[in-house]
């Protein structure tokens, strides 16, 4: 009888135990002592290396022939010791094939080595298992939450209460939630809307915005076409009398802007907006603004450098990733509200299985992109009650003061041309010796780039700045000083000099 019925055949199942299978012992509290163990003792090696080094390149095909045979090896008898073994290789590989951000030599990308104890929150994080977008499952990253955002509300002077912090998986994503809410708020019939009377809904922004911006406008359905681009002043700001003219010609041509993006610390060259100037023209136009502070928002920690972000407490939204200029593991983005009912406007739909009637504004998810989302404001507040915002503060002005001396550095030195005066922790320069006509000065650029991120001993990037190629570094070590600066300068001389003189050929 119960051969012919499944359903009965499952109920005698019930009086069974399940044998725990070997596996079982991945889940054993010793394994995380053993583990944890061998880990620290690696990652504190690697963060104690401040010697100089850059990155080191392997083939991929090298590296992903290892992958498979790790990826194949059998664990059938895989005895506990050996799989950390396993473990520890794999670490090894990591560090060894990783961007070494701890290294004085690394200068090239706007993230950093993080504050040791903010990475080991982030495995506190990892273990507790549990996403922050509901009070339920996260009541003190919900509480954590609402108190930091009071810190950095009172440093932008916000009146308690009446602002909404929310946090996203990077900047990127805070960018495109704030559009949402932006394109919700001016244009509220945006759903419906096939045409209108008060013209084509677009967005401005500068010419140098961060390529997410624009990516937003694209996915919400706005279309890239109805971006109205500003142009940069000679410091990559927006240039505010031409951004009136292009605004202009835009309405003309029937767009009805609803919204500008202005940049604290754009990607090129870290430039800050003129804050209170744009503040005033989306006022007056009734735009919505939003500044990405992705890179530079972070300066409010600090009494020196917030007044470079004079006008941000009038913008309606803007971006602060904490996981780059705060020394904190990726991600930990912060999107300010300056009216707390915006936020509330981004996301129409409801889940009732989740989210509470009686919440008071707790549950993060309601105003966000992201279902299961890491409590990652527990990364910044950690470090932030240990160590206090001067030690954020201090950190930020230091890499601030030896960029502005790299600058001058780089004034007196023959043959070195900044291209901008720094805002930020971001130098962009060309190296360009007078005999150097044998060779095109952006050829010139990007040969030196290479073999400095072939010789391994320095980690720099390189950008274009309007239509030239020029040589950045950005000082995020928090090590860094201008000791290792001139040493770079003269690895880019030695290598310029051989390359000018033999006259190489490039590409
Ligand atoms: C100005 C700016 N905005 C946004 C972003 C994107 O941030 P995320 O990488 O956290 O998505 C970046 C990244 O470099 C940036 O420089």
């Not at 004085?104 to 080595?113: A, D, V």
């Not at 950095?152 to 939630?177: H, M, P």
């Not at 754009?266 to 890179?295: F, M, Q, S």
């Not at 790299?406 to 805002?423: R, S, T």
């Given at each position: 009888m119960y051969k012919n019925n499944p359903i009965d055949s499952e109920l005698m199942l019930l009086d069974r135990d399940i044998s725990i299978p070997k596996t079982q012992k991945a889940f054993d509290a010793t394994i995380l002592r053993e583990a944890v163990s061998v880990a620290v003792e690696k990652l504190s090696k690697n963060i104690s290396n401040?010697?100089?080094?850059?990155?080191?390149?392997?083939?991929?095909?090298?590296?992903?022939?290892?992958?498979?045979?790790?990826?194949k090896r059998t664990h059938k008898d895989a005895k506990e010791d050996i799989s950390l073994k396993i473990f520890e290789e794999i670490i090894d590989l990591y560090v060894a094939t990783g961007i070494p951000v701890y290294s004085t030599g690394y200068m090239?990308?706007?993230?950093?080595?993080?504050?040791?104890?903010?990475?080991?929150?982030?495995?506190?994080?990892?273990?507790?298992?549990?996403?922050?977008?509901?009070?339920?499952?996260?009541?003190?990253?919900?509480i954590v939450e609402k108190v930091i955002a009071n810190e950095f509300g009172s440093l932008l002077g916000w009146k308690k209460d009446t602002y909404d912090v929310v946090t996203t998986s990077g900047g990127s994503l805070a960018n495109i939630t704030a559009l949402l809410t932006a394109r919700n708020c001016k244009v509220p019939n945006f759903y419906n809307l096939h045409s209108s009377s008060e013209g084509i809904p677009a967005?401005?922004?500068s010419s140098d915005v961060h390529y997410s911006v624009k990516r937003a406008v694209g996915i919400l359905g706005i279309g890239e076409d109805q971006i109205v681009s500003l142009p940069v002043n000679t410091?990559?700001?927006i240039c505010m009398s031409q951004a009136e003219s292009k605004l202009a010609e835009a309405e003309a041509k029937?767009?009805?802007v609803f919204c500008l993006v202005a940049s604290a610390g754009t990607t090129p060259v870290g430039a800050i907006d003129l804050l209170n100037d744009l503040a005033e023209l989306c006022k007056r136009k009734n735009y919505w603004l939003h500044v990405d502070g992705a890179h530079a928002g972070s300066f409010l920690v600090s009494d020196k450098l917030r007044g470079k972000l004079q006008g941000i407490e009038l913008a309606d939204s803007f971006t602060l990733d904490a996981h780059k200029t705060m020394f904190l593991p990726a991600s930990c983005t912060l999107l300010f509200y300056k009216n707390k009912e915006a936020a509330q406007q981004t996301f129409y739909k409801k889940a009732s299985y989740i989210f509470e009637r009686d919440s008071n504004n707790l549950d993060g998810g309601e105003k966000?992109?992201?279902?299961?989302?890491?409590?990652?404001?527990?990364?910044?507040?950690?470090?932030?009650?240990?160590y206090g915002r001067e030690f954020f503060a201090q950190k930020l002005e230091e890499l601030c003061e030896t960029t502005k001396q790299a600058y001058y550095k780089l004034k007196l030195e023959k043959d070195f041309y900044p291209l901008h005066k720094p805002e930020a922790n971001i130098l962009c320069f060309r190296?360009?010796?007078?005999?150097?006509?044998?060779?095109?000065?952006?050829?010139?650029?990007?040969a030196i780039r290479d073999i400095i991120k072939e010789d391994g001993k320095f980690f720099i990037s390189k950008v274009e700045i309007e239509g030239e190629t020029a040589l950045r570094v950005v000082f995020m070590n928090h090590e860094i000083t201008m000791t290792h600066f001139n040493e770079l300068l003269t690895e880019i001389k030695r290598i310029g000099e051989d390359l000018v003189s033999n006259n190489k050929k490039l590409h």
């Amino acid at each position: 009888m119960y051969k012919n019925n499944p359903i009965d055949s499952e109920l005698m199942l019930l009086d069974r135990d399940i044998s725990i299978p070997k596996t079982q012992k991945a889940f054993d509290a010793t394994i995380l002592r053993e583990a944890v163990s061998v880990a620290v003792e690696k990652l504190s090696k690697n963060i104690s290396n401040t010697s100089l080094r850059g990155l080191q390149l392997v083939q991929p095909s090298r590296l992903e022939e290892l992958v498979e045979e790790y990826t194949k090896r059998t664990h059938k008898d895989a005895k506990e010791d050996i799989s950390l073994k396993i473990f520890e290789e794999i670490i090894d590989l990591y560090v060894a094939t990783g961007i070494p951000v701890y290294s004085t030599g690394y200068m090239g990308r706007q993230f950093s080595g993080v504050v040791p104890i903010a990475g080991l929150t982030d495995l506190l994080t990892s273990m507790m298992s549990q996403p922050s977008s509901f009070y339920e499952s996260a009541q003190l990253p919900s509480i954590v939450e609402k108190v930091i955002a009071n810190e950095f509300g009172s440093l932008l002077g916000w009146k308690k209460d009446t602002y909404d912090v929310v946090t996203t998986s990077g900047g990127s994503l805070a960018n495109i939630t704030a559009l949402l809410t932006a394109r919700n708020c001016k244009v509220p019939n945006f759903y419906n809307l096939h045409s209108s009377s008060e013209g084509i809904p677009a967005v401005a922004m500068s010419s140098d915005v961060h390529y997410s911006v624009k990516r937003a406008v694209g996915i919400l359905g706005i279309g890239e076409d109805q971006i109205v681009s500003l142009p940069v002043n000679t410091k990559g700001q927006i240039c505010m009398s031409q951004a009136e003219s292009k605004l202009a010609e835009a309405e003309a041509k029937g767009l009805s802007v609803f919204c500008l993006v202005a940049s604290a610390g754009t990607t090129p060259v870290g430039a800050i907006d003129l804050l209170n100037d744009l503040a005033e023209l989306c006022k007056r136009k009734n735009y919505w603004l939003h500044v990405d502070g992705a890179h530079a928002g972070s300066f409010l920690v600090s009494d020196k450098l917030r007044g470079k972000l004079q006008g941000i407490e009038l913008a309606d939204s803007f971006t602060l990733d904490a996981h780059k200029t705060m020394f904190l593991p990726a991600s930990c983005t912060l999107l300010f509200y300056k009216n707390k009912e915006a936020a509330q406007q981004t996301f129409y739909k409801k889940a009732s299985y989740i989210f509470e009637r009686d919440s008071n504004n707790l549950d993060g998810g309601e105003k966000s992109f992201e279902c299961t989302k890491r409590p990652m404001i527990m990364n910044l507040w950690i470090p932030w009650v240990l160590y206090g915002r001067e030690f954020f503060a201090q950190k930020l002005e230091e890499l601030c003061e030896t960029t502005k001396q790299a600058y001058y550095k780089l004034k007196l030195e023959k043959d070195f041309y900044p291209l901008h005066k720094p805002e930020a922790n971001i130098l962009c320069f060309r190296y360009s010796p007078e005999n150097s006509n044998v060779i095109k000065v952006k050829d010139l650029q990007l040969a030196i780039r290479d073999i400095i991120k072939e010789d391994g001993k320095f980690f720099i990037s390189k950008v274009e700045i309007e239509g030239e190629t020029a040589l950045r570094v950005v000082f995020m070590n928090h090590e860094i000083t201008m000791t290792h600066f001139n040493e770079l300068l003269t690895e880019i001389k030695r290598i310029g000099e051989d390359l000018v003189s033999n006259n190489k050929k490039l590409h």
